[in-house]
């Protein structure tokens, strides 16, 4: 019998994996930060499995995320903390990149996971501090979790509707004689180098891929936004010489030269 209350009494005194207690609301801030930290993991893996294209860099944010679910398992305590300091580290370490594709809804293929990041990112932050509170009194009740998953959840569908009907309104600009022709595509430009002369030039350019892209020139104040499939144009004077032009949100991997003569 004593051995019986000294195993219920040891089972008891372990932390509980958070949200599986029960308060008066039925959802707890350890419940909700689980939740948010698989969003935040979906946001990376679904769209890779969905392109077939496993890239090292979005695995290497997606990984401690998986660190911290398996922690929390074994640690529940040691797993809330990892898990909201990681979603407010990568939140703060993509917030350049955020403000910038966030602005753009009509790239389906970038806003919507990138809101999702975005709203489970903040979340696991903010749940943090709550959900370790519940785990250490697991009969408090904490309000707003449920109403914070509400929010966020309405933010996303909100969202996504948004970049529906944004990505539909998109037209595309057809090319005139004498334009120079560049094509987007599997991140690249094509061609790389192009030839211009004259003062006044004019560039046509067709994205082929799903995602967005930029086609600037900083010297010169050119800065043309490319929806996903979308063709654009844009003219500008430039003086004889060698210019640089750019994707922005893919800078390291699409560059090239204008050469004005």
């Given at each position: 019998?004593?051995?019986t209350v000294?195993?219920?009494?040891?089972?008891?005194?372990?932390?509980r994996?958070p949200?599986?207690?029960?308060?008066?609301?039925?959802?707890?801030w350890?419940?909700?930060?689980?939740?948010?930290?698989?969003?935040a993991?979906?946001s990376f893996?679904v769209?890779?499995?969905?392109?077939?294209s496993?890239?090292?860099?979005l695995?290497?944010?997606a990984?401690p995320?998986?660190?911290g679910?398996?922690?929390?398992?074994?640690?529940?305590?040691?797993?809330?903390?990892?898990?909201?300091?990681v979603s407010?580290?990568?939140?703060l370490?993509?917030?350049?990149?955020?403000?910038?594709?966030?602005?753009?809804?009509e790239?389906?293929?970038?806003?919507?996971?990138?809101l999702?990041?975005?709203?489970?990112?903040l979340?696991a932050t903010?749940?943090?501090?709550?959900?370790?509170?519940?785990?250490r009194?697991?009969?408090?009740?904490?309000?707003?979790a449920?109403?914070?998953?509400?929010?966020?959840g309405v933010?996303?569908?909100?969202?996504?509707?948004?970049?529906v009907?944004?990505?539909?309104?998109?037209?595309?600009?057809p090319?005139?004689e004498?334009?120079?022709?560049v094509?987007?595509e599997d991140?690249?430009?094509?061609?790389?180098a192009?030839?211009?002369?004259?003062?006044?030039?004019a560039?046509h350019?067709?994205n082929?891929d799903s995602?967005?892209h930029?086609?600037t020139?900083?010297?010169?104040g050119?800065d043309?936004?490319?929806?996903?499939?979308?063709?654009?144009?844009?003219?500008?004077?430039?003086?004889?010489?060698?210019?640089?032009?750019f994707c922005r949100p893919?800078?390291?991997d699409?560059?090239?030269?204008?050469?004005?003569?």
């Open positions: 019998m004593s051995e000294t195993s219920l009494s040891e089972t008891e005194s372990r932390p994996l949200g599986n207690h029960d308060d008066q609301a039925g959802f707890g350890g419940r909700l930060q689980l939740l948010a930290a698989i969003g993991l979906a893996l769209p890779m499995l969905i392109q077939l496993f890239e090292p860099f695995l290497s944010m990984a995320f998986v660190v679910l398996l922690v929390m398992l074994r640690w529940p305590r040691v797993g809330v903390i990892w898990l909201g300091v407010l580290a990568e939140l370490f993509s917030a350049p990149f955020l403000a910038e594709t966030l602005t753009h809804p790239s389906i293929a970038d806003f919507i996971p990138l999702v990041f975005t709203v489970s990112t979340v903010i749940a943090a501090i709550p959900a370790l509170r519940q785990l009194a697991p009969a408090t009740s904490l309000g707003g449920r109403a914070t998953a509400i929010l966020a933010v996303i569908v909100a969202g996504a509707v948004v970049s009907f944004a990505a539909a309104r998109i037209e595309g600009v090319a005139r004498g334009d120079i022709r094509i987007t991140i690249e430009f094509r061609p790389a192009i030839r211009a002369e004259g003062t006044t030039i560039v350019v067709t082929r995602t967005r930029t086609f020139i900083d010297e010169l050119v043309l936004n490319l929806p996903p499939n979308s063709t654009q144009r844009v003219t500008f004077k430039a003086a004889p010489g060698t210019y640089r032009f893919h800078e390291s699409m560059q090239g030269d204008l050469v004005v003569r």
